[in-house]
Every structure is written in C-alpha cells, then in structure tokens.
C-alpha cells in the first residue's frame, strides 16, 4: 500500500479529487495525511471528515523559509509518504525539500506549462488571447512550476471568458488529470527518462474535459457543447 501525503494551503478540491478517486476505484494507496501551512485550510475539515490524518505548519511560525521547510519536512516524514502532492500549496518550497523528495514530490498548475509559470495564470492566459488553456501534472523540480510533465489537460478559452470561467473549467480538468497522474504513480508505472514515460501508454493523453464537467455534474453544461 503506496503512502500518500497532500500539502495544501487552500480549499482542497485537488486533494478531494485524489482522495475520492483512490477509494473509489481500490488504488494500491491511501491518502494518510494531509498537511496545511494554514490553520484556516478548508481542506483540513474536509480530510478530518474523510478520516485522513491532519496536521498544519504555519509559515508565519517560522523565522525563516529554510526554518518552515525543515518543519514541514519533519512533520511530513513523520507520515512515512511514497509520494507527496502539492495540490494548491501555496509556498514555494526551497531546493532542499525538493531534493529530499525528488522523484514522489508531483504538483498540479493551473497553466499549459512552461506556460504562465507562477501566478494569475488565467487572467495572464487571456491577456495573451491564449485560445486553449489548461492545467499540468509534473514532477517538482527546484525552480518553482518546473520539472517533468507526467499529463496536461486542455480547455476551450471561449469569447466571454472571464477569470472566474476560465478558472472553473481548467479546475474540472484539473480534477480528472490530477488522480489520473496519482494513480500511474502508484501503480508504479511512471518513470522519468528525460521525459516521463508512463507503461502501457504510447502516449499519455488526458481524459476530455468534458466528462470532467459531468463527473463533477456540474450545473451548466460544459461551454464548449462537445457530447
Ligand atoms: C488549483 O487551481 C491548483 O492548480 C492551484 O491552486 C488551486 C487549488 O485549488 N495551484 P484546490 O485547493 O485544489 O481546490
């Protein structure tokens, strides 16, 4: 059984797309801990209320960045992990965490990366006319938003779009590639060969974003009316 630590600093919508697809479809893995920077998480309610483990590191505790990632470092040792997600972390984690858990460390960005490292993302996306947007799973290298792609997911931007709407569709593609990616890893079939090669795949592709939407049974049909 594959151990699963999430770092979030926010919602947690990521982590709640992992946790739910692991238990439903019996992943060789449990997500046992989840760890915020902030007490104010929503996510830690909501992985107390899924029984998950809890703990928060709180940035502004400590002294320095190196002081903050020494802790987290500790406290997320302590859960033994075999792959750590940073699902909406909010922190830029320094060289020495990265390395640490170089190889089962796996962010999602809200972008088409390198596209729009860091962020604003979407509001950059369309201040560029981008005319696709979407969402990345990568391997977390110590430049921030860097390291290998395992999978990206592609929306429509349509006319109209504003922040708020663009941001809505890329979080439901980020929901379905998000566990997809979790779910190669500990099933053992990812493997970092300059790129990422992921077994039994000739080439890894995203599931539509489309099916995102009704999975999620969003209220408002997907906008670009694909079936
Ligand atoms: C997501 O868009 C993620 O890609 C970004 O922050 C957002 C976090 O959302 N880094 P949630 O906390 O997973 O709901």
Redesign the pocket.
Known sequence: MQRIVIL????????AAVHQRCVAEGWPAQVVAVVANRAGAG?LAHAAAQGIATAVVEHQAHATRQAFDDELARVVEGFAPDLVLL??F?RILGADFVRRFEGRLLN???SLLPAFPGLHTHRRALAAGCKVAG?TVHFVAPEVDHGPIVLQGVVPVLAGDDEYTL?TR??AS?HAIYPLAVRWFVEGRLRVEGGVRVAGLAHPSAPCACRAWARARARRPCPCRRP
Do not use: C, T
Not at 8 to 15: A, I, K, P
């Open positions: 979030v600093s926010g919602r947690g919508s990521n982590m996510a699902a909406g909010m999602i960005h809200p969402a941001a890329v979080l980020e």
